[in-house]
């Protein structure tokens, strides 16, 4: 069962996430011709100019790109999960299409709602170890066999897309999709790394000992120690680095400028914390030899 629960795991993510992305395109996109980027833009494109239905479309133009993607692409694990999240949402889209009433009119609802739901599904997706199809084999291709990064890969194949989509459906209507990609990426960052908790704090003290006794005793946290040396001055001064919860940084500023009013600190966001007091090292190194299998 152990070894099952990964597997159902990764799945039902996969499921969610491409059910909730065909419901986004019925409810808030294709009915505001809101075009969504990718391959699946272009399906709306056909949808919008002769009528055809967005999800066969869709599923049509990513067909050859199965086939790359199964040839030179990511392995047999990563291809079998792109070829279901793509027929599940491309066969959801045209499903959905006529039992789900779409939400028009106010252009804040449709623009926000849209890039929440879009990257909520896309993040879901990716965290059971699949991809939406289309723009993502092309980009995972190209990057392996010619080095192109996988942004430079986007940008083209989203510009190239709503520069197609601008003489269909207008300025107006690409603008806001501008808004729903933007929301989207915001969000995709959020559901695959989990909101910021934690802050990372650098701190420059000729008061360092008094600061690191008190920050373990009163917070509870531990402190690294790292040599350094002044860019000026050249002589050495010892810095803490401490990693703590979001509550924890007003504390930790407190007890710095009771200590030393002077001190230098730098506060930085932490993505992800492993270790004592955070998440276990092990449950990761899990996650990520799962997702390499």
């Keep these: 069962m152990r070894r099952l629960w990964p597997f159902l795991r990764d799945y039902a993510l996969i499921t969610a996430g491409a059910l909730i992305l065909a ?13 969504s980027t990718g391959i699946t833009g272009l399906g709306m494109l056909a949808h919008y100019l002769w009528g055809w239905p967005i999800g066969l479309v869709t599923l049509a133009l990513n067909l050859p790109l199965f086939v790359a993607g199964f040839r030179w692409g990511e392995g047999l694990t990563f291809f079998v999960r792109t070829i279901y999240a793509v027929i599940l949402m491309t066969l959801a889209i045209d499903l959905l299409a006529s039992r789900l009433a779409p939400i028009t009119g106010d252009a804040l609802i449709y623009t926000l709602f849209g890039g929440l739901l879009d990257g909520v599904g896309i993040g879901l997706v990716l965290r059971g170890r699949g991809t939406t199809g289309g723009t993502d084999i092309i980009a995972q291709l190209l990057n392996r066999h010619r080095g192109i990064a996988f942004g430079t890969v986007f940008l083209i194949a989203n510009t190239l897309t709503l520069v ?19 929301v ?26 008094a600061i690191r006794q008190a920050i373990l005793e009163q917070l509870d946290r531990g402190v690294t120690i790292l040599e350094a040396r002044g860019g000026y001055t050249l002589q050495p001064r010892p810095a803490l680095y401490v ?6 940084v007003t504390v930790l500023k407190r007890i710095i400028a009771a ?29 990520r030899s799962e997702a390499k299998s």
């Design 23 to 35: 419901t986004n395109v019925v409810v808030f996109l294709a009915p505001n011709h809101v075009v």
């Design 243 to 248: 990693v703590v919860g979001r509550a924890q």
């Design 259 to 287: 200590i030393d009013p002077h001190a230098f600190v730098v506060i930085g966001e932490a993505h992800e914390v492993l270790g004592e007091g955070f998440h276990a090292v092990q449950q990761a190194a899990d996650r």
């Design 184 to 209: 989207s990426a915001r969000v995709v960052d959020v559901v695959q790394e989990g909101v910021s908790y934690a802050r990372t704090v650098l701190i420059v003290s000729r008061e360092h000992e």
């Design 164 to 182: 197609l989509a601008a003489f269909v459906v207008g300025i107006v209507p690409i603008l806001y999709a501008l808004i729903v990609n933007y």
